[in-house]
């Protein structure tokens, strides 16, 4: 299921290429990074997922190819624990958040130095993608599954 959800995370995320990279960034994959909520076994495939799709960045290197498949490993993880520690609908939702946040923080650190944008505007546009992703993929995968 892992290596599935892995390979749609790639196919969804470069379906929109031109708008997965960037300071407005809009990867349509993470609407599926909340499924490491109900399968744990997922968070490598979006490690792994996000480093092949970051092969094809414009920015692509160091930062970009090791920072951002680590900051997803933690991320969910993260976001696995903080959903089954507080439990129930808003223990999802908020670890959705806190996924979302911790993505756009390593992204945010990438744009910056990679592309030398300004870190809190990095931070607040790739922070609103991924909130509506995140959010969005959880009511509709996590919630009613």
Known sequence: MA???GALYVVLSLLV?????GPVQFRLGEVLKPLVI??????????????LVNL????????????????NLVGGALCWLVAHRVGGRAGTYLA???????????VATVLHFAAGLPYLVAFGSVAVS???LLLLGNAVLVRRL
Do not use: D, H, N
């Open 38 to 51: 109900r399968y744990p076994a997922t968070i490598p495939a979006f490690a792994v997922g996000v480093g």
């Open 130 to 132: 991924e909130l509506v």
């Open 56 to 71: 094809f960045s414009p920015v692509a290197g160091g930062l970009e190819l090791l920072l951002m498949p680590l900051v």
């Open 3 to 5: 290596g599935v959800v």
């Open 17 to 21: 290429a031109p708008l997965a990279f």
């Open 96 to 106: 959705s958040t806190l996924f979302a946040l911790v993505i756009a923080a390593g």
